[in-house]
T-cell receptor, first 114, second 110 residues
Framework: GAVVSQHPSWVICKSGTSVKIECRSL??????MFWYRQFPKQSLMLMAT?????????EQGVEKDKFLINHASLTLSTLTVTSAHPEDSSFYIC??????????FGSGTRLTVV | KQEVTQIPAALSVPEGENLVLNCSFT??????LQWFRQDPGKGLTSLLL?????REQTSGRLNASLDKSSGRSTLYIAASQPGDSATYLC?????????FGTGTRLQVFP
């Protein structure tokens, strides 16, 4: 079945630094990947749609200069949180279109900015 | 704008009970609907996918139905077990995006 690998699973960083999160489709090619953000006890909010070989499409209210997305290959998309601040602390999840269920999700990354 | 709501927000039941989780959406022009399970601090596990031409899907003790005209889906869990404790999310396909519901936190106690 389709597997999406997301790394790291958790990361703690200092305020002002940048953090990169990777999302890989292991056994299928994904021309489109999605990045979500989830606050505690809340649902997932779509941040952006990542398209291989082109610029990402960001949802309204998401700062594209803060959340840099790169989708350089058919199996890898990255999300870089630049100049992170404590309010960026959240759970970030990626997904890719593929597999029998249509969408397959990564295991998520818990980001804590101190 | 598509909005997806789930009722109840939380549910606590004894082991063995049959459960119904509800999902409603405001725009019936959806492609598919998908149910997920999320354990605390974890990613999402796909449970069932109902395509727009289908009315229900079954997997083991799970059965999901879809009524596009009324904008509703239900997830039926038979003979609940403590291992079923998790948050259940429904999501509708809106063009190429998944729009998630608010979730139902389920706790099944022995």
């Amino acid at each position: 079945g389709a597997v999406v690998s997301q790394h790291p699973s958790w990361v703690i960083c200092k305020s002002g630094t940048s953090v990169k999160i990777e999302c890989r489709s292991l056994d299928f090619q994904a021309t489109t990947m999605f990045w979500y953000r989830q606050f505690p006890k809340q649902s997932l909010m779509l941040m952006a749609t990542s398209n291989e070989g082109s610029k990402a499409t960001y949802e309204q209210g998401v700062e594209k200069d803060k959340f840099l997305i790169n989708h350089a290959s058919l199996t890898l998309s990255t999300l870089t949180v630049t100049s992170a601040h404590p309010e960026d602390s959240s759970f970030y999840i990626c997904s890719a279109r593929g597999g029998i269920y249509g969408y397959t999700f990564g295991s998520g990354t818990r980001l804590t900015v101190v | 704008k598509q909005e997806v709501t789930q009722i109840p927000a939380a549910l606590s039941v004894p082991e063995g009970e049959n459960l119904v989780l509800n999902c409603s959406f405001t725009d019936s022009a959806i492609y598919n609907l998908q149910w997920f399970r999320q354990d605390p601090g974890k990613g999402l596990t796909s449970l069932l996918l109902i395509q727009s031409s289908q009315r229900e899907q079954t997997s083991g003790r799970l059965n999901a139905s879809l009524d596009k005209s009324s904008g509703r889906s239900t997830l039926y869990i038979a003979a609940s077990q403590p291992g079923d404790s998790a948050t259940y999310l429904c999501a509708v396909y809106n063009t190429d995006k998944l729009i998630f519901g608010t979730g139902t936190r389920l706790q099944v106690f022995p």
